[in-house]
């Protein structure tokens, strides 16, 4: 039973182009949620997260939103980069920041020049 | 953040075979992470290792098949137990405490391809 979905396998943008990354989840206990960025032959690497009492959380080009109510998240960048393009995993935790990680399969971001 | 060390980065084995992954990180940490991530699948915690005490797995792994060492707070290991094709998977090790102190930092993994 996948707890954390990212229904869609692959995004392609053009760049300067905002991206926008969704993520579902399904257990209501989660109250935390994560984004990790990954690029081939690198382990995954933080990129921004939200805790259940916000709705959104901006850090430069990235915003992450969060609907409680629908149980789902979303990641923008704006505006996009060629540098950007790897797998985004989205991940979420029911205790807080320093409990266990679900993770969804990730979506493969590719942005063109 | 923590800076984690992992190898081999990657290997071929022959089925039956065993494969043991080391992973150092540069500062002590608590508790050591490992993950799997299956092609086409999420990244799924195999166990969390603790210096000092036995490993904690997860539903579906058990210490037969992935025995964990920790001998110290900047070092553990995964041994990946007379392999299957089913093994083949990219493994990861984890620490806790990244960026600004919270969620996790990953090593590079190790891709396995068992034949």
């Known amino acids: 039973d996948q707890q954390v979905k990212q229904n869609s396998p692959s995004l392609s943008v053009q760049e300067g182009r905002i991206s926008i990354l969704n993520c579902d989840y399904t257990?209501?206990?989660?109250?935390?949620f994560l984004w990790y960025k990954k690029y081939p032959a690198e382990g995954p690497t933080f990129l921004i997260s939200?805790?259940?009492?916000?709705d959104k959380n901006e850090d430069g080009r990235f915003t992450v939103f969060l609907n409680k109510s629908a149980k789902h998240l979303s990641l923008h960048i704006v505006p996009s980069q060629p540098g950007d393009s790897a797998v985004y995993f989205c991940?979420?935790?029911?205790?807080?920041?320093?409990?266990?990680?679900?993770f969804g399969k990730g979506i493969t971001l590719s942005v063109r020049p | 953040s923590a800076v984690i060390s992992q190898k081999p980065s990657r290997d071929i084995c022959q089925r039956g075979t065993s494969l043991t992954i080391q992973c150092q990180v540069d500062?002590?940490?608590?508790?050591m992470f490992w993950y799997r991530q299956q092609p086409g699948q999420s990244l799924t915690l195999i166990a969390t290792?603790?210096?000092?005490?036995?490993?904690?797995?997860e539903s579906g792994f058990v210490i037969d098949k992935f025995p964990i060492s920790r001998p110290n707070l900047t070092f553990s290991t995964l041994t990946v137990s007379n392999m299957s094709p089913e093994d083949s998977s990219i493994y990861l090790c984890?620490?806790?405490?990244?960026?600004?102190?919270?969620?996790?930092?990953f090593g590079s993994g190790t891709r396995l391809t068992v034949v």
């Open positions: 257990n209501s206990m989660f109250d935390y």
């Open positions: 290792a603790n210096q000092g005490s036995e490993a904690t797995y």
């Open positions: 991940a979420a935790s029911a205790e807080g920041a320093n409990s266990k990680l679900t």
């Open positions: 984890s620490v806790l405490g990244g960026v600004y102190n919270y969620g996790y930092t």
């Open positions: 500062s002590q940490v608590t508790m």
């Open positions: 939200i805790s259940s009492i916000k």
